[in-house]
């Protein structure tokens, strides 16, 4: 997917669907469009909250690295940070996932002895 195709709506839920096309009068707009509001912004519109948010950005995450990696020269501090929190609290899950998984294969493993 690139910056200029249109944005996946189809793929999402109802309510993101239904903010972004009220966001953008009723028209789908390309990924660059919905990528160049900011979260703060997002947080205005009504039935947009953190999770919906995050699916949004979701679908934006998977335009090229390159492409995204350019976008991020112009964002703001705040959304920055918001980014950096974001990726953080998908780290923490992620090694928290880990950190069972290991816990329950040594439980079983000490079972079996």
């Known amino acids: 997917m690139g910056w ?3 944005f996946p709506i189809e793929k999402c839920s109802g309510r993101v669907r239904g903010a972004v096309l009220a966001e ?3 028209r789908c707009p ?3 469009e919905v990528a160049s509001i900011s ?3 997002w947080l205005t519109v009504p039935n947009i909250g953190p ?3 995050e699916e949004i ?3 934006i995450s998977e ?3 390159e492409q ?8 703001e501090d705040g959304e920055l940070l918001s980014r950096l929190n974001r990726v953080q609290r998908e780290l923490n899950q992620i090694a928290s996932a880990i950190r069972t998984r290991i816990s329950s294969a040594s439980y079983k493993k000490e079972r079996e002895e």
């Open 39 to 41: 979260d703060a912004q």
């Open 51 to 53: 999770t919906t948010l």
């Open 4 to 6: 200029d195709d249109p």
């Open 63 to 65: 335009a090229p690295a």
């Open 24 to 26: 953008f009068q009723g």
């Open 30 to 32: 390309t990924i660059r």
């Open 57 to 59: 950005r979701r679908f």
């Open 68 to 75: 995204r990696l350019q976008s991020l020269a112009n964002m």
